[in-house]
Nanobody, 125 residues
Framework: QVQLVESGGGLVQAGGSLRLSCALS????????VGWFRQAPGKEREFVAA????????DYADSVKGRFTISRDNVKKTVYLQMNSLKPEDTAVYSC??????????????????WGRGTQVTVSS
């Protein structure tokens, strides 16, 4: 069993920043690619960012590229999403997801096996 717990959400004004954390409970943190997703009210869940097992390879949705940064600390077993220059359209519930992989450079935008419950991010205009 793998468990993921998100934290760091909150209310911020447009242009501000938030740092989300995704704590992963597993025997080893390495071996899992991790992605961040978000879902706004009335909309489908969308991909935000992902990071490989190695932490070297990353992938970002076009809507957040240049503003968000995903990183991981394999000692703390935590993946972070640094969100800068936040916009009202970034308002959503942000969830992290993990997938066990065999290639340390593998990243994916789908097919994750484990999901957290999410944390609310609200950006006011």
């Amino acid at each position: 069993q793998v468990q993921l717990v998100e934290s760091g959400g909150g209310l911020v004004q447009a242009g501000g920043s938030l740092r989300l954390s995704c704590a992963l409970s597993a025997r080893t943190f390495s071996g899992y690619a991790v992605g961040w997703f978000r879902q706004a009210p009335g909309k489908e869940r969308e991909f935000v960012a992902a990071i490989s097992w190695s932490g070297v390879s990353t992938d970002y949705a076009d809507s957040v590229k240049g503003r968000f940064t995903i990183s991981r600390d394999n000692v703390k077993k935590t993946v972070y999403l640094q969100m800068n220059s936040l916009k009202p359209e970034d308002t959503a519930v942000y969830s992290c997801a993990a997938r066990l992989v065999t290639r340390n450079e593998y990243v994916t935008r789908s097919d994750y096996n484990y999901w957290g419950r999410g944390t609310q991010v609200t950006v006011s205009s």
